[in-house]
């Protein structure tokens, strides 16, 4: 029973308390952070890619995750952000992968060898994204210009090639000759909601025993398009 009492008492001081307590929901927060979370849409370009190769489609790329904003200054208008995240990046073009007993082989696909519809590379994959980020934005407003650049590390968890031609339809995935990690230096920058956001990979996408008539086929990506930011 004194226990009881103890207890109601403890709350009845919390409730008394918290009723004299004014919160106002107005006053603009000194303690801010910008931009948690992210989303990008671009477009994706092979880079240094073997003779005879060439894009067709639009090659997608999508970006989603989120990021830990840490201000390095009083008014909070540099800042580093680390984060997790997740990409889908699709590569439409014209070199094939064909399982041969057993091996991969590569080959550029032409109207002389085959005819086809679709010829796709998709990579699915974790991000790590680490930037350095300047805005010059204010507690009482969150429309403010920004430059954020930094480096993206990714590791490719699931991969696909599906190839559709006259011949039929050819499914792979998970391509030993894909590198499993990939990384890169990337910039968002704008106004408001509209970023510009490019990114370059600085390692091939493709480890070096990938060959096309005996050369290792180094191509890179590059990607171009936008980036939003949420709060």
Same mark, same amino acid.
């Given at each position: 029973m004194r226990n009881g009492l103890s207890i109601l008492a403890f709350f009845i001081t919390l409730t008394l308390t918290a009723q004299n307590v004014e919160t106002d929901f107005d006053a603009p927060d000194s303690l801010y952070r910008e931009d948690q979370f992210y989303? =990008?849409? =671009?477009?994706?370009? +092979?880079? @240094?890619?073997p003779s005879g190769l060439r894009q067709n489609k639009? =090659?997608?790329? +999508?970006?989603?995750?989120?990021? /830990?904003? !840490?201000?390095?200054?009083?008014? /909070?208008?540099?800042?580093? &952000? &680390?984060?997790?995240?997740?990409? +889908?990046?699709?590569?439409?073009?014209? !070199?094939?992968?064909?399982d041969v007993n057993g091996e991969p082989t590569y080959q550029i696909l032409n109207s002389e060898n085959i005819t086809y519809s679709k010829n796709k590379l998709s990579l699915h994959c974790i991000d790590l994204p680490v930037e350095f980020r300047w805005r010059n934005s204010t507690p009482e407003s969150h429309k403010f210009w920004r430059v954020y650049t930094g480096l993206k590390f990714s590791y490719v968890v699931y991969n696909q090639y599906k190839l559709v031609s006259s011949e039929g339809t050819l499914k792979q995935?998970?391509? @030993?000759? +894909?590198?499993?990690?990939h990384y890169g230096i990337y910039l968002a920058t704008g106004w408001n909601t509209w970023n510009i956001y490019a990114y370059y990979g600085l390692n091939p996408l493709f480890k070096s025993s990938a060959k096309i008539d005996g050369q290792s086929i180094d191509m890179n990506t590059a990607n171009f398009g936008l980036m939003f930011y949420i709060l």
């Open positions: 989303f =990008s849409v =671009s477009y994706n370009i +092979l880079q @240094r890619g639009f =090659s997608t790329g +999508l970006t989603t995750g989120f990021l /830990r904003d !840490m201000p390095l200054n009083k008014k /909070r208008t540099f800042s580093i &952000a &680390a984060g997790l995240g997740y990409s +889908l990046s699709i590569y439409n073009q014209n !070199m094939g992968i064909i995935s998970n391509l @030993r000759d +894909l590198n499993d990690f």
